[in-house]
């Protein structure tokens, strides 16, 4: 796959949430952007800002109320919540920033876990999980339970799951939301090193500007519009300005 090639492209995508008194609240408005293969790309913005719908579109959990959302050059705006689901499965790993960890399975079982449903043979399943759990250095902890790991080693593990189906696409949100800052930092910088090394293109949802530094690029996103796209600024201030950068 060529650098060049996009991954994601959203198309004027808007999104609205009907409200209990009737009506509706607009939270998208004409979100559009490419993110292409290889890049390490945050999305920031204050809370309340969009960024977490933004994040479900992008992860295919929810879909936009209008606009084109295409994922690897495949239009999924309208597919059905079954179709979702194999997108899910097949096309991107998830990395939360809780973990979202079964704490009564063991480490490999929850790595292997969206092996489950790639038709994959148990053994199979397994081999993938130990070389997964070796990737992030777990190789010695598959029989430990979540509740017997540390933070960082949790976050590395929900890492190994979201790489067991060979994504070039992984998706964390507020991935070091749950951690101290060095625990945090490990964990960045191992996502620095899975875009480098592997070319896994990594898409990070932040509210902390300290956060989006790791990535190469930054989309931020303020009252539910682009607010600036472009490399990383040398200062947080210049995203009080409404004024949208040039890549």
Do not use: W
Not at 10 to 15: A, D, E, R, V
């Amino acid at each position: 796959m060529k650098k060049t090639e996009n991954i994601i492209s959203l198309n004027k995508i808007c999104k609205s949430f009907p409200l209990e008194v009737g009506g509706v609240q607009q939270v998208l408005f004409d979100i559009t952007f490419d993110i292409h293969a290889g890049e390490f790309v945050a999305i920031m913005g204050p809370s309340g800002s969009g960024k977490s719908t933004c994040m479900n579109i992008i992860g295919a959990l929810d879909t936009p109320t209008s606009g084109i959302y295409e994922l690897y050059g495949r239009d999924i705006t309208n597919m059905t919540d079954d179709e979702l689901a194999v997108v899910r499965n097949q096309h991107i790993g998830f990395v939360f920033q809780n973990f979202n960890l079964l704490p009564k399975r063991n480490v490999l079982d929850n790595v292997m876990l969206p092996l489950m449903y790639r038709g994959m043979t148990p053994d199979d399943r397994v081999i993938r999980a130990r070389e997964m759990l070796h990737r992030v250095g777990l190789e010695s902890f598959e029989f430990y339970l979540p509740t017997q790991l540390s933070g960082g080693m949790k976050q590395r593990v929900a890492i190994a799951r979201a790489l067991a189906g060979e994504p070039k696409l992984i998706l964390a949100d507020e991935p070091t939301g749950a951690l101290d800052s060095k625990m945090g930092n490990e964990i960045l910088r191992f996502f620095k090193q899975l875009n480098k090394d592997m070319g896994i293109t990594i898409v990070m949802i932040t509210h902390e500007f300290d956060i989006a530094q790791y990535a190469n690029r930054l989309i931020h996103i303020y009252d539910g519009r682009i607010n600036y796209d472009g490399p990383i600024p040398k200062s947080e201030a210049i995203l009080t300005k409404k004024t949208k950068a040039t890549r």
